[in-house]
């Protein structure tokens, strides 16, 4: 394209970016608010924070979410790479037009739907339901996202080398994981974070699976916001996007790094 | 080494299967049973354990009561039809608020570039719930949208956006914003600006060298963004029943509803059969779409 950043562009952006950005800088503004009355300032003040760490029902759905997102996310991040290893280099095999659809279809399939079937499955077959069944369904839905980030990179990556490591002798696990595993390693672990932020956020499946001890966090902030809006939800809300934002931008620092360490070895490689 | 293979296909195929494929497939037969008052509140038309006779007794059971009943309420056709008619508006707003953003970001210098898209990526990480909770304190009576209009005096009364379509319109737009810039900017950036030049000294105007080169061209981006957008706001749920109120009627709060309140199983599965059919056409769309593009690169 022609680049000619004009006035329309510029006004476009700022505005585009306002709107993203505006509603949670007032969410986090409002956090800090002495307050109670939600669209009042009544000066700056930190005690809804402390009313939060206070909570023990925050407290418990916060343990059990996260509980819920490391398992689920690491079953993902091993499912969906076997998922996406079997899709780009497993071949033909019986069935491998049902196996990419049911790749695909988690993607698109309302969340609604996925709750409930989920939940008639586990009715079926008598499972009670608790933590165990919400990580059997985030891990089912995530493990197909996890697939698609790293059978992009599998697609990409020089296929000669794991041949190479198989002539010079490597039985076909050792060369997977002294060659193929560490190229895909950046994908496997963006693909892992994804699992694990779909998970942490995840509402309506969970609503569908989890028993009466397994409140996570989305389903207590989505019982008490249907009354209003409240300062300690902004507490809370604050709290969760300084964690996802540091973390996003540390990732994307790192991964950087890495690229550019990977670059700056294969052009050394190539030198000598 | 074949056995590991096998294993290797096996692990994830079985977890889909008993994951994925099997709990639709009892979805659609609670669809195609009765409602009866008891736990698990139906009478499972299939039975397995009965062997033969249970199967034949199962396809001459077989009905489509629950769909009849479906196109006899009035409460349903009437929810997929405004499902429909919100998720279509609402995709259509996000395109036109999305790709003037997609199309900043694709002139601004190589330089700002990785920055832009990191912006637009960002809300995308932060959770989806938040950012809809985010316009309830904006959107309200007292809100501060209310507030700031009225401060400046263009309104002497505070508006009711809150608990109205108005307010899911909203809310989808902004929660699905970057599913619609991603793609075009994508669309955008591949395409060869010496044709704009061209067009531009063959005696085009900007504007009509925008129209005539560009937008066409960016078509495939904005084909998958608007269907990226479509097809998660016809089954959603957080945003119409936290924004909407309710007399707002979307398939997605419908069948939340009908699954919890009223526990008639059967009817919910209907109802999810028939969602599921709504969807495949835009997804088919998109598929063939993206294939395109793939032979085009």
């Not at chain 1, 037009?97 to 695909?104: D, E, H, P």
């Not at chain 1, 560490?182 to 998970?199: C, D, E, R």
């Amino acid at each position: 394209m022609n680049r000619r950043f004009s006035l329309f562009n510029a006004t476009s952006l700022t505005l585009g970016f306002a709107f993203l950005y505006l509603p949670m800088v007032i969410l986090i503004i409002f956090s800090f608010n002495a307050s109670k009355l939600v669209a009042v300032w009544g000066g700056f003040s930190t005690r809804w924070y402390g009313e939060l760490i206070q909570n023990e029902a925050f407290l418990d759905a916060a343990w059990v979410t996260l509980r819920v997102a490391l398992l689920s996310s690491t079953f993902a991040a091993v499912l969906g790479t076997m998922a996406a290893y079997v899709m780009v280099r497993g071949g033909r095999f019986f069935g491998r037009t049902l196996f990419s659809g049911m790749i695909y279809a988690p993607l698109v399939m309302p969340e609604v739907i996925t709750g409930l079937s989920l939940l008639l499955l586990f009715i079926a077959i008598g499972l009670d339901r608790g933590i165990m069944t919400i990580v059997l369904a985030h891990t089912t839905f995530s493990m197909c996202y996890v697939s698609v980030v790293v059978s992009s990179r599998l697609v990409t990556f020089d296929r000669s080398l794991e041949e190479a490591a198989l002539d010079l002798g490597c039985t076909p696990f050792d060369a997977f994981r002294s060659v193929t595993l560490p190229n895909i390693a950046p994908a496997v672990i963006s693909g892992w974070l994804l699992a694990f932020t779909l998970s942490l956020d995840d509402l309506v499946i969970a609503s569908f699976t989890a028993g009466p001890s397994s409140t996570t966090l989305p389903i207590k902030i989505f019982s008490s916001v249907r009354l209003g809006v409240s300062p300690e939800i902004n507490a809370l809300s604050t709290l969760m996007i300084g964690v996802v934002t540091i973390g996003v931008v540390v990732a994307s620092l790192v991964s950087k790094r890495a690229i550019a360490r990977q670059q700056k070895d294969e052009q050394e490689a190539r030198r000598t | 080494m074949n056995l590991r293979r096998f294993i290797l296909i096996a692990i994830p195929y079985v977890w889909l299967l008993a994951l994925f494929l099997v709990p639709f497939g009892i979805v659609l037969k609670i669809a195609l049973s009765d409602y009866a008052l008891s736990i698990p509140p139906y009478t499972p038309t299939l039975d397995f354990s009965a062997g033969w006779e249970g199967i034949r007794a199962f396809f001459a059971a077989l009905d489509l009561e629950n769909f009849i009943f479906l196109t006899e309420d009035d409460l349903y056709w009437r929810a997929y039809l405004s499902s429909l008619q919100i998720a279509l508006l609402a995709t259509f707003v996000t395109l036109l608020v999305g790709f003037p953003i997609a199309y900043g970001i694709a002139q601004a210098s190589p330089a700002w570039r990785p920055t832009l898209l990191m912006l637009v990526i960002l809300p995308f990480w932060t959770s989806f719930l938040i950012r809809v909770y985010a316009w309830i304190g904006i959107l309200s009576n007292e809100g501060f949208l209310n507030q700031a209009l009225m401060s400046i005096g263009i309104i002497s009364e505070p508006l009711t956006i809150l608990n109205t379509n108005w307010a899911v319109y909203i809310g989808i737009v902004y929660t699905y914003l970057p599913f619609m810039v991603l793609p075009i900017y994508a669309a955008l950036d591949r395409l060869d600006g010496s044709l704009i030049e061209a067009a531009e000294d063959l005696g085009c105007s900007r504007f009509s060298a925008f129209w005539l080169v560009t937008f066409p061209l960016s078509r495939q981006g904005v084909i998958a963004g608007c269907l990226l957008v479509f097809i998660p706001a016809l089954g959603e749920f957080v945003i119409p029943s936290l924004l909407g109120g309710s007399k707002t009627l979307m398939i997605g709060k419908v069948l939340f509803e009908e699954f919890f309140a009223n526990r008639d199983w059967p009817v919910a599965s209907a109802v999810a059969v028939i969602l599921v059919l709504l969807l495949i056409i835009p997804i088919i769309f998109f598929q063939r779409n993206e294939q395109r593009q793939r032979e085009q690169d």
